[in-house]
């Protein structure tokens, strides 16, 4: 592994860390096939959809009511100045803290309202055409299957 490979790893591993919120399950919908679709609420009273399979629906019990952790995939997150019509089942208005810019792709640390962080990498020409900057409102889309569910 070369030392950027391995600096890029330590990176998405942080952003990933850093990538998540506490939450409330609000609602437990019925199986789709092999996964099940869980609606949280965060405590700021943002909600999020999330894609979990049987096996770890079952093995971490879950129910409504129950406070988890939400972590996002910090390169499955799309960024927008406003809010678009995606397919992607998360739409999450929050400000840029932060931007690490590289030559190929840019680490982008995120504020949601509730004060909770979201990280984002996204590759740099993008990020450079959209105009994105510090101090910016702009909306976090994300599908359901880039969030994951943990016990707390």
């Known amino acids: ?23 409330v399950i ?3 919908e019925r199986p789709l096939s092999t ?7 965060t405590f700021g009273d943002m909600r999020l959809g999330v894609q979990c399979s049987t096996r770890q629906f079952v093995h971490m019990e879950i129910h409504a009511n129950q406070v988890v952790t939400v972590l996002v995939d910090p ?16 739409c999450l208005s929050c400000t840029v803290q932060s931007i ?6 840019s680490f982008v640390s995120l504020e949601l309202g509730d004060g909770s962080r ?32 943990c016990l707390d």
């Open 75 to 90: 390169e499955q997150i799309v960024l927008s100045r406003g809010r678009a019509t995606l397919s992607m089942g998360n």
């Open 35 to 41: 996964s099940r679709a869980v609606s949280v609420r």
């Open 118 to 149: 979201l990280c984002a990498t996204v590759e740099t020409p993008g990020l450079l055409r959209v105009g994105i900057y510090e101090g910016q409102k702009v909306y976090a889309h994300f599908p359901s299957r880039a969030a994951r569910l």
């Open 1 to 23: 592994m070369t030392p950027r490979m391995a600096l890029r790893r330590l990176m998405i591993v942080r952003s990933s860390a850093r990538s998540c919120t506490s939450t």
């Open 26 to 28: 609000v609602m437990v």
């Open 100 to 105: 690490h810019q590289d030559q190929v792709e």
